[in-house]
């Protein structure tokens, strides 16, 4: 029978009738297992609970009868005592002393940690945790390399360093990402307090995006090296190590067993940092989900700063307009004032139509105004109808199109005349139109979501944009200069 369908005995005592005394003294021998003392006399034990206020009038034979269930659970193993048997009766009392199982040691560790976890979950970014983790699998890669002679044990410290760091990594990310999801922290997050952690939680995370974007590429690539394949020198040293720890049982049937978990462990590192063709990588979840709670945050302090400026007192803005508005040297003055402040008096609504232009990048005060025609509101007001011919517009639309094809052609010349041996530099730039340098930050704006920085434009040209942090630059152009750092922009063949 598989061992996952066995029934847990020795998890019994934690919903017995009597769970308060089999927790109480189980613990007690948890706690003198961890202080290296293995085997507990009864009396001491009656002594411990006693101890205990609630355990005032604890008996000795209700003592003696809970530890022989105990045993009968397989959560302590009786032996007998005979140093202490100065009589035969006594030898034949059979005294015993009492210790806990492996079983009951690790449900108990268990426990304690439950203890401490509460209600939330705890865990943390750690950024050190990714810097370790790199230099682990940087020193595994050198002894495959260099076929470094160390023995079967450094082998093995080395590889228990690699899955630990890598453990805490998954574990403390995990349980912080569902600390922040979780509904408590939500709610907390709604609240006007939070805006006294805001800073501390957006700099906090911002911090752990830009340090595991540092040291994930660099262990991506290290392990895309790392092979299964390369690693079986490295996994024969640590089956090595593990055969020569003495054991009672027949170690040799296992060696397969040992190289398939090694094998398995390896692949689910690969598979975290780097997924496969049909599933993403849980690194890139991870930078995801950590954005996705900046973006969050700042919507919280957006509406909590929407809420907080609604209930505000305007007071002292009015007193400071009616002091402008009196400072006005003439009605004309005022009037000009007004409009900044309070808008036309003469428009109450403004409606932009939708699908007035193929181009994206026109103002809006460069399109041709439209009439709208007001209805009634009323429930009985109905258009009049009338019946009409069909009017073909094929012309139109071919003068349309005729036109929509000269203005890109127009645009594409424009691009054109700045490049140079197939590139674009800003930095070489003198001074550009407005259309040009919007083009150039739409560009770079796609660039950022494709991993080889490569985008194909709407004229049917490849670019290829390198940015320079390093290098700021000021963009000029007619309507202002932008601040911003030196791009390249490399063309490809046109398709």
């Not at 006007?192 to 939680?201: R, S």
């Not at 906090?204 to 690693?231: A, N, P």
Request: glycine share 2%; hydrophobic share 35%.
């Amino acid at each position: 029978m598989d061992s996952t369908m066995k029934k847990i005995i020795e998890a019994s005592y934690l919903t017995a009738d009597s769970a308060a005394h089999y927790r109480t003294i189980l613990r007690y021998f948890y706690h003198q297992h961890e202080r290296m003392r293995d085997f507990i006399a009864p009396e001491e034990l009656l002594e411990h609970m006693h101890s205990i206020p609630a355990f005032a009038d604890y008996q000795e034979d209700q003592l003696h009868q809970q530890l022989a269930q105990l045993v009968k659970w397989n959560n302590l193993i009786a032996r007998q005592d005979m140093t202490n048997a100065k009589t035969i009766e006594e030898y034949k009392k059979k005294r015993f002393r009492y210790q806990c199982t492996p079983y009951t040691v690790e449900i108990e560790r268990m426990i304690v940690q439950l203890e401490k976890l509460g209600d939330t979950f705890q865990g943390s970014l750690e950024r050190s945790q990714f810097d370790r983790l790199f230099q682990a699998v940087t020193t595994l890669q050198s002894e495959l390399e260099h076929d470094l002679n160390k023995s079967a044990e450094e082998y093995m410290r080395n590889w228990e360093d690699v899955f630990r760091y890598f453990q805490t990594i998954r574990t403390s990310t995990a349980d912080y990402i569902a600390y922040i999801n979780s509904e408590q922290t939500d709610q907390r997050m709604q609240t006007d307090a939070f805006l006294v952690y805001k800073n501390q939680f957006t700099t906090y995370l911002r911090d752990f995006i830009v340090s595991l974007q540092k040291t994930s590429l660099q262990i991506q690539h290290s392990l895309s090296e790392l092979t299964s394949g390369r690693l079986q020198h490295f996994f024969q040293k640590l089956i090595e190590h593990r055969g020569a720890i003495p054991r009672l049982e027949d170690v040799s049937s296992s060696t397969n067993d040992w190289l398939t978990e090694y094998e398995e462990y390896w692949f689910s590192l690969r598979q975290w940092f780097l997924g496969s063709a049909t599933q993403q990588s849980e690194l890139d979840i991870l930078q995801w989900q950590t954005n996705e709670m900046i973006r969050r945050m700042t919507r919280y302090v957006q509406r909590i700063g929407e809420r907080q400026q609604h209930f505000r007192s305007r007071k002292k803005d009015y007193l400071q307009l009616s002091k402008w508005f009196v400072e006005c040297l003439d009605r004309e003055e005022a009037h000009k004032l007004s409009a900044v402040v309070f808008g036309s008096m003469t428009i109450q609504h403004l409606q932009l139509v939708d699908a007035t232009t193929e181009n994206l990048h026109v103002d809006t005060w460069d399109e041709a105004p439209f009439e709208l025609t007001i209805k009634p509101r009323t429930v009985r007001y109905r258009e009049k109808t009338k019946p009409g011919s069909f009017n073909s517009n094929e012309s139109k639309k071919k003068e349309q199109r005729e036109l929509y094809l000269k203005e890109r052609e127009q645009e594409k010349r424009l691009i054109e005349k700045y490049i140079t041996q197939g590139r674009i530099t800003l930095s070489s730039l003198t001074t550009v139109e407005p259309f040009i340098r919007k083009v150039l930050l739409s560009w770079i704006g796609k660039s950022m979501a494709n991993k080889n920085r490569m985008v194909k434009t709407d004229y049917g040209l490849q670019v290829k944009v390198m940015l320079d942090y390093e290098k700021m630059i000021t963009l000029q152009a007619e309507d202002g200069n932008l601040r911003m750092p030196d791009a390249t922009f490399l063309f490809g063949e046109t398709r």
